[in-house]
Every structure is written in structure tokens, then in C-alpha cells.
């Protein structure tokens, strides 16, 4: 895995992606506005602030069962963009791509998982 030099919020997701086992404790050390918004077309969930992405989307994470391989990160702007394999517990493999929008104070304010 080749990795770019990042900004410190691009090394900060890097560093909650490899170590995504630690679920939410390791994401809530990203910075992120406290409004920030999650989007997951494919399972209909648009979430917004640090309780709901906590109750919904781990929820479901730890539900499915789901362990994260970060493949590439690229930092391009206000943008950082991951390319991970999602594993489920019956072994289901997603490629999906999340996409993650900074602001000028260096905290993620929306993120976009396709």
C-alpha cells in the first residue's frame, strides 16, 4: 500500500482506518464540526452529528460485522478520499469508496460512502 504525505486531518483518518476495529473510540478522535453529515446512498442512511453517525452507522457497522482494509487514501483539497474493502461476518466483501469533505479549520463536515 502506497501512501501519499497528508495533511494532519488526511494522517488522522488514516490513522482511524487502519485501525477501524476500534469503532467509534478511535473515529471520535478525527476532528469533525459538530454537525457534520454522513451519507450511505446504497443503505439509505443521511445522518447528521456525532450521535446519530455513532447510532446509526456503527451500529450498523458492528452489526454486519464489518472489518475495514484501507487499499489507497488520496488527499486532494478539501477532500480526502478512501478506497477500502468492507468485510462482513459471512464473509461478503464491498468495495467502497468514502469520501470525506474538510473544512477551512481542518474538520471533516460531510462524508460520502459509495
Known amino acids: 500500500m502506497m501512501m501519499k504525505t497528508l495533511s494532519p486531518i488526511g494522517e488522522a483518518i488514516r ?5 477501524a476495529s476500534g469503532g467509534y473510540e478511535e473515529w471520535s478522535k478525527v476532528a469533525r464540526a459538530p ?6 446512498p446504497a443503505m439509505g442512511f443521511d445522518v447528521t452529528g456525532h450521535d446519530e453517525v455513532r447510532d446509526v452507522i456503527f451500529g450498523w457497522l458492528t452489526n454486519i ?11 486532494f483539497g478539501a477532500s ?3 478506497y477500502l474493502h ?3 461476518k459471512e464473509g ?8 470525506f469533505q474538510i473544512d477551512e479549520e481542518g474538520r471533516v463536515t460531510e462524508i460520502w460512502a459509495l
Open 15 to 19: 490513522h482511524y482506518k487502519l485501525n
Open 35 to 40: 454537525d457534520y453529515r454522513m451519507h450511505v
Open 65 to 75: 460485522g464489518a472489518e475495514q482494509e484501507l487499499v489507497d487514501i488520496v488527499e
Open 80 to 82: 480526502v478520499t478512501c
Open 86 to 88: 468492507i468485510e462482513d
Open 92 to 99: 461478503v466483501v464491498l468495495d467502497i469508496v468514502e469520501v
